[in-house]
């Protein structure tokens, strides 16, 4: 019962719709795993899951590359030792992998069967909303319960102001964009810089900001590029020729060279240029919050698998902890707020 209240003051759900039976299990060996695209800050998370995990006298698995090492039983026992020496690296100690497999119930069925030889009874996800669903899943059908820790540098998951390894993608973006501005200020020069952001466009959006875009595009907003165009023309009236877009590669007219062909052919006399900043966003040592965050949801997670509060997402909101089920953590979007539009137009201008 005091589970269940911890549950229903962290998040409004109905008593119902606990899953009783899994609330009264106690865990005793915990397998963690980072899935899905990799995001600087996840060898933080793994480390503060493996070195609390073993604090409370737990047994802690790695699980290497996601779902494949679990359906290939690559797992192996992880001690304090480790995860020495790990917390300031990018990428992930553990690997990560999509695994097309795990979504079969043959493959689920091959992962379970490798957990239970060895006894593994909790696990904890580091990835994005498809690792997510497929803890779901797994969860449902082998009562193994499951915390999800949002590792994305998209910042697309709703619940947590922020995801691990979205500040270091974002610091990149912008130490890069910053040295860009430099060499367009000096050839005065149009400069279309596409960032990371197939379906959310927050990377765009902050690292445009704090660069001083003239344009941000983005998945969330329709662009218009009739705007942009009269924009351009006005600017380069007033004889404003440094100019600088910042695109995320899922926009509706595709990402920076697609932009730049229509730039290209209406403003001919443009000196344009694009630069695709690519994957230097996933990779480098993660930056300071991405460190805290991690350790603090890493730590929270193995919190959870004690006191029965199973199958949710764990995130920050206003500082503190949120804990959402990962069936509302995978079917909501981080929206953008209004605010950042109207933003985004007033300093732009």
Request: glycine content about 10%; hydrophobic content about 40%.
């Amino acid at each position: 019962m005091i589970h269940i209240l911890l549950y229903l003051n962290t998040y409004c759900i109905k008593k119902e719709e606990l899953p009783k039976e899994m609330s009264e299990k106690k865990v005793t060996k915990i397998g963690v795993l980072t899935s899905g695209g990799d995001s600087p800050g996840m060898n933080a998370a793994v480390r503060a899951v493996v070195r609390t995990g073993i604090y409370h006298g737990l047994e802690v698995y790695g699980i290497m590359r996601g779902y494949s090492g679990m359906i290939e039983d690559d797992i192996f026992r992880m001690d304090s030792r480790s995860v020495a020496n790990i917390i300031q690296r990018g990428g992930t100690i553990l690997k990560t992998a999509r695994s097309k497999e795990f979504f079969e119930p043959e493959g689920r069925a091959k992962a379970y069967q490798n957990l239970s030889k060895r006894g593994i009874d909790g696990l904890v996800i580091i990835g994005g909303d498809g690792s997510f669903r497929g803890a779901q899943k797994f969860s449902n059908e082998f009562d193994i319960p499951c915390i999800g820790l949002p590792g994305t540098i998209d910042k697309d998951i709703a619940g947590s102001d922020f995801t691990i390894g979205f500040d270091t993608a974002v610091n990149t973006a912008v130490e890069a964009i910053d040295k860009i501005r430099d060499t367009a200020d000096a050839h005065d020069r149009l400069f279309i810089v596409e960032v990371m952001g197939r379906d959310a466009g927050y990377i765009a959006l902050h690292s445009g900001i704090a660069t001083g875009a003239e344009n941000i595009l983005i998945p969330e907003t329709k662009t218009d590029i009739e705007e942009l165009i009269a924009s351009l023309t006005e600017k380069e009236k007033r004889r404003k020729l440094v100019n600088l877009i910042v695109v995320a590669e899922g926009d509706e007219f595709g990402g920076g060279n697609e932009i730049a062909a229509i730039i290209k052919k209406r403003l001919p006399n443009a000196d344009t240029r694009v630069c695709i900043l690519g994957h230097i966003q996933r990779g480098g040592s993660p930056t300071c919050l991405d460190r805290l965050i991690a350790s603090r949801m890493g730590y929270h997670a193995v919190e959870c698998l004690l006191t029965g509060r199973y199958n949710v997402m764990v995130g920050i909101l206003n500082n503190k902890m949120n804990y959402i089920p990962l069936n509302n953590a995978i079917k909501a979007k981080q929206k953008i707020s209004e605010d950042w539009f109207k933003i985004v137009k007033i300093l732009a201008s």
